[in-house]
């Protein structure tokens, strides 16, 4: 089994279409509007969503994130801290110092940045609503 898509429910999918595609070099596989019964499926009083499927078009059927908007929007969530029961983290293989001077400029914010014993670096950011993203280099190990 594999997992499909991750969705993310975003305040503004324009935002984070850019921060996921020209940040993190994703795709945009879909970009649809949908009205259907989502206060009974999501709890909340918007029938209509756009929702925007992400991914590598060179292998759509990996990994997936879905960025949802709803027309009658939806609280923000809590604010970014720690990690906590419920939330969620994305992570993602990358040459780190390609990736993470792009994500800066579409709104990354909360850089955390470790090395491991082995030399390879690892940072956290946030993406504009919050998510945390965590960046694992593939490059070659960090300079001491």
Do not use: K
């Amino acid at each position: 089994m594999n997992v499909h898509h991750v969705t993310l429910f975003v305040g503004d999918a324009d935002r984070s279409v850019r921060f996921y595609r020209d940040g993190l070099g994703f795709a945009v596989l879909m970009d649809r509007e949908y009205e259907a019964d989502w206060p009974a499926l999501f709890g909340v009083a918007s029938s209509r969503v756009r929702a925007v499927a992400m991914g590598d078009t060179d292998r759509p059927e990996l990994g997936q994130i879905e960025l949802v908007t709803f027309a009658e929007p939806v609280p923000a969530g809590p604010p970014a801290t720690a990690p906590a029961t419920g939330t969620a983290m994305l992570a993602f293989h990358i040459d780190l110092e390609a990736v993470l001077p792009r994500l800066r400029d579409q709104g990354a914010t909360s850089v955390r940045r470790i090395t491991l014993a082995r030399g390879n670096a690892i940072v956290t950011v946030r993406d504009p609503d919050g998510v945390m993203v965590e960046l694992i280099d593939v490059g070659r190990p960090a300079a001491s």
